[in-house]
């Protein structure tokens, strides 16, 4: 199966690529550059009224919201993995439930977040999938679809889901049905995993695909990661989900789109 670009979402991320402008503009700019979808993980200091307008009012869908979270980037315990902040779990989902229903958004990002101290791997990873289990079936109940990222724990100290391998064993002890992965090729390469490798076998289980080099984290095509490779095995996989873009920029988006042919070109057997 060939997977025609036009066919599938193509999301910017509104903090890291556009986020030196007023957050309105950033709609009208991702519009503007050809994308017809964004990415922006915690909107809620925006009525989600509002939110809705600036989508609508450009074309634009949102591939996901992140449900309310510690302070991950330091590796604050997550309210996922701490039996004692499970209050603040479910009013993180209750949030995101309300918010992702005003804007039509149908995915819920639930972020792991840092270990918490004097727990086991086991006793963490237990709590985890329970947590978990009971996200999805509450977001399936909403007709929403639990995501998870596995991102990693050199840039993100101490971050739990942090190896693909540990998203399998979620998905293997809570049933992938209504489960999704952010498979992040940059995460992945931190992390020593093959993003490649997991979307070839297992696209069945990937909601969105975000793109950033490694190292460095900037523009596809500045680093390492084979992007025409990626692409190429993704087409031939068959996903047939979102992509996007995620990266810390080295220049102003508005002066080339990376991998603009790969994204919204239409590619065809042979070429």
């Not at 289990?133 to 942090?162: H, P, T």
Request: hydrophobic residues 40%; proline residues 6%; negative net charge.
């Amino acid at each position: 199966m060939i997977l025609e670009p036009e066919d599938r979402l193509v999301s910017v991320h509104l903090n890291y690529i556009l986020g030196d402008l007023p957050l309105e503009q950033r709609f009208v700019v991702a519009r503007d550059l050809g994308f017809s979808a964004v990415e922006f993980p915690f909107p809620y200091e925006t009525p989600a009224r509002r939110y809705r307008r600036w989508l609508d009012g450009n074309g634009l869908s949102q591939v996901s919201i992140g449900a309310p979270a510690c302070d991950y980037r330091i590796g604050a315990p997550g309210f996922s993995l701490t039996p004692k902040l499970r209050g603040e779990f479910d009013r993180a989902l209750d949030s995101a439930i309300a918010y992702a229903t005003e804007i039509g958004c149908r995915s819920v990002h639930v972020f792991a977040g840092g270990r918490p101290e004097d727990m086991s791997e086991e006793a963490i990873f237990d709590t985890y999938c329970a947590n978990m289990e009971a996200a999805k079936s509450r977001l399936s109940r909403e007709g929403l679809q639990l995501v998870v990222e596995s991102i990693n724990a050199v840039d993100f100290k101490g971050y739990f889901m942090n190896r693909l391998d540990r998203f399998l064993a979620l998905a293997d002890r809570i049933g992938g049905d209504g489960l999704g992965l952010v498979l992040d090729v940059y995460h992945a390469a931190v992390s020593g995993d093959d993003a490649l490798d997991f979307l070839v076998r297992r696209p069945d289980l990937v909601a969105h695909v975000q793109l950033a080099d490694f190292p460095g984290r900037h523009e596809p095509g500045t680093a390492g990661i084979d992007f025409e490779m990626f692409f190429a095995a993704m087409e031939a996989s068959g996903y047939r989900g979102s992509v996007g873009l995620e990266y810390v920029p080295t220049r102003p988006i508005a002066d080339g789109v990376p991998m603009t042919d790969r994204l919204f070109g239409k590619r065809t057997e042979g070429n």
